[in-house]
């Protein structure tokens, strides 16, 4: 029998409701989306989402096209000027045609990456001080082959850097699209799709940095989960893991959806009762603790799920490999995150951070790699559309907002916290939705010149290199 799905787009945590349809084959593991049949036919080609590609395209190079209109406008006018080269390449291989198109998206730490894809990590030696382990494998093993392809050189892993970006930023805007329109329609993954091109530190997606990658990976899981295909999310999760620290944390939403996808499949919530009384709330919560429990128990017996069950340990599988070579080339199996106290960075609880933060005021300076007021904005703000997002979103989307927006915080450093939020895409959902509302049309106007114009000014310091948007 196929699972046919029951319309959840509420933010109450359920996944697409799996109903047995007893004329035909039984496969558990898989949930289609509402919005899939709705889709006119002529507009795929076998699942290939036509619209969703066409938008995602345009949305990807019409932006990265102002990105590199605004790059070579201070590589070759604002660049110059400076007292100080902070680039580490010389200011005539900078201004230098084609490899300023390249060489303009190669700043901070994607000199690490680099590194890694050409020679591998460092020494058990370099753990002493600031190393390359804190950064994961994944995508400078991606680079690798492409890198060598090119020649070998430095200019052909910086051209394979981007060759990897820029093709995980169009699946990721392909991917955000698909979900955002499976969720809400899709007028509302236009906007979404047009808020993440525009986001002010959306340029690191195109840039030689894992931003991308993670997000692409992040998104396919989520949305893999959401249509109940378990293997693939796990898959996507465990690669995501293998590509930043935070990619173990997608084990979370994608544990939450599971739970509610069986429990709503086995133990169906019985509570009728939608009143507003006291009486009517505990009968509720009393039906859906029973569900909740009941559930997951019912759906241990049958086989069938066993693969599903198992899947998911290939999240947590994706750090542990990184782990197991560390160890063999280190002797520390947790090289990685031992070494990220020589780069400033251990745990702290979230509101000790920020509380520090937001009370020790520090002034405008370029040179410093703590921007006060981008960093402190951005964990302000993403702090308030997480609170959102668990009444607005199904909480597949809060959960990874949660974890996503809370990590860097955990760290004990406000550095580059502007950056690490590219990857916290439900907010963009709910400001695509918020933008949406009938007769509200200059809200999509505000945000798009917001965005806009704050990425133009980023964008400027990312290729200057000030430290202030690393």
């Known amino acids: 029998m196929d699972a046919r799905p029951v319309n959840n787009t509420r933010g109450d945590g359920h996944g697409p409701v799996m109903i047995a349809d007893t004329n035909t084959r039984t496969d558990s593991t898989v949930a289609l989306s509402p919005h899939t049949s709705a889709t006119p036919m002529r507009t795929r080609l076998r699942g290939f989402d036509l619209i969703a590609w066409r938008d995602a395209l345009v949305a990807f190079v019409l932006s990265r096209v102002l990105l590199v209109l605004v790059g070579l406008l201070t590589v070759f006018y604002l660049l110059p000027l400076l007292k100080s080269n902070l680039t580490h390449y010389s200011l005539a291989a900078n201004t230098r045609l084609p490899h300023a198109l390249w060489l303009m998206w190669r700043r ?44 070998g050189r430095d200019t052909g892993f910086n051209v394979a850097g981007l060759v990897v970006s820029n093709g995980a930023t169009i699946a990721a805007f392909v991917l955000l699209y698909k979900v955002a329109a499976m969720e809400f329609g899709r007028a509302a ?57 935070q990619g173990l944390l997608l084990l979370a939403p994608l544990l939450w959806e599971y739970w509610q996808v069986v429990s709503d499949r086995y133990a169906p919530r019985q509570a009728t009762d939608q009143g507003r009384r006291a009486s009517a709330w505990v009968e509720r919560a009393k039906d859906w603790v ?26 947590p599988l994706g750090a542990l490999v990184f782990m197991v070579y560390a160890w063999a080339k280190t002797g520390d199996l947790l090289a990685s995150s031992h070494n990220e106290i020589h780069w400033g960075r251990h745990f702290e609880p979230p509101w000790t951070l920020l509380w520090h933060s937001l009370t020790h005021l520090s002034l405008p300076n370029a040179l410093d790699w703590n921007f006060w007021l981008l960093n402190n904005a951005a964990a302000v703000l993403f702090l308030l559309a997480t609170v959102w997002a668990f009444r607005a979103l199904p909480i597949i989307y809060a959960l990874y907002s949660l974890v996503m927006v809370l990590s860097p915080l955990a760290s004990a450093s406000m550095q580059s916290l502007s950056r690490y939020y590219v990857v916290a895409f439900p907010a963009l959902m709910l400001l695509a939705l918020w933008s949406g509302r009938e007769g509200r049309l200059g809200r999509m106007y505000l945000l798009v010149g917001l965005f806009s114009a704050l990425q133009a000014v980023f964008m400027v310091f990312f290729v200057l290199a000030l430290p202030a948007i690393a």
């Open 108 to 151: 901070f730490d994607s000199g690490f990456y680099v590194d890694i894809a050409r020679h591998g990590y460092w020494s058990a030696a370099t753990l002493r001080h600031i190393s390359n382990w804190v950064f994961y494998p994944l995508y400078p093993l991606l680079m690798r082959p492409i890198g060598f392809l090119l020649g």
């Open 290 to 315: 029973s569900s909740r429990l009941r559930g997951p128990a019912l759906a241990l017996r049958d086989r069938r799920n066993a693969p599903a069950f198992l899947s998911f340990a290939l999240v």
């Open 189 to 245: 993954a236009v906007r979404a799709l047009v808020l993440l091109a525009l986001f002010p530190t959306s340029f690191y997606l195109s840039a030689i940095s894992p931003f991308s990658l993670f997000l692409a990976l992040s998104l396919g899981s989520l949305y893999a989960a959401r249509r109940g295909h378990w293997t693939v999310a796990a898959l996507c999760g465990g690669l995501a893991a293998l590509t930043r620290a």
